[in-house]
């Protein structure tokens, strides 16, 4: 089987790209060979090390675009996922990785591009949320939609439950999409 050589961008704690990791084991054709931060100090640059994946950090800056391609191209990077990785790609850069590159979004989109998705879904009075996994275009958040898991929203629920209720759906549902597409499967996954 050729081994798909899978790179994780981040800027945060890193927390689905410790599950992306964890499940690019045995049968899945992926292999997690590099996590990249815009972040000097993200967290989940020492957890990425900890599981003994290589890390790089590449400074915000206007050649931020073609430092990461070189970066990406050096270590044959075949599908980019990005986890929690809050800095703007060019449209260039994604069109250079069309059809290679995932994002996780705490939305059920096309609900909530962008920011606040959680206050946003109390404040519209939603009764359900939930995240997405989609491909990556040029348009922020707009990508043909992969995957979704979906809860149902509590009465008490507040900005902070609902993003560590989510979190726990992307945790499952990212490792889950990615599988699937490393076999070249882009079918909608539905997950509850
Ligand atoms: C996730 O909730 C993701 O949906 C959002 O940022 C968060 C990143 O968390 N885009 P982590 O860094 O994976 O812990």
Known sequence: MTRLRVAILISGSGSNMVKLVQSMTGDHRGRAVLVISDVANAPGLGRAEELSIP???????????SALDTALNEARVDIVCLAGFMRILSPEFVMNWAGKMLNIHPSLLPKYRGLHTHKRAL????????????????AL??????GQSTLDVAP??????????????????YPAVLKRFS???????TLS
């Open 55 to 65: 890390t790089h950090f590449i400074e915000g800056c206007e050649k931020f675009d």
């Open 123 to 138: 404040d519209a009075g939603d009764s359900q949320h939930g995240c997405s996994v989609h491909a990556v275009t040029a």
């Open 183 to 189: 076999c070249g499967d882009t079918s909608l996954l």
């Open 141 to 146: 958040d707009s990508g043909p939609i992969l």
């Open 156 to 173: 008490d629920d507040t900005p902070h439950s609902l993003a560590s209720r989510v979190q726990k759906l992307e945790h499952v549902l």
